[in-house]
């Protein structure tokens, strides 16, 4: 399963694991980071692929979502 093309540009959301703050970054910048600094503990984050493949899909299961409501 690989990290979708479509979210490149889309500003993907995700927790520090250490204190849950909230971390915002491009598909297309998530896609190259191996660490993230946490803005909340200032710790040094280790994201690793299959926590990338889970951010991104459930990032395109909310955009699906959205879609569907829409349509309704």
Not at 18 to 45: E, Q, W, Y
Not at 57 to 63: D, V
Request: aromatic share 6%; net charge positive; hydrophobic share 45%.
């Amino acid at each position: 399963m690989g990290l979708a093309e479509d979210l490149s540009d889309v500003a993907l959301t995700f927790e520090c694991p250490d204190c849950s703050h909230p971390a915002v970054r491009k598909g297309s910048a998530l896609k190259t980071i191996a660490h993230f600094r946490c803005d909340g503990c200032n710790a040094k984050v280790r994201i690793t692929y299959p926590q990338k493949v889970a951010i991104f899909e459930k990032h395109k299961l909310l955009a699906a979502r959205a879609a569907l409501r829409l349509a309704s």
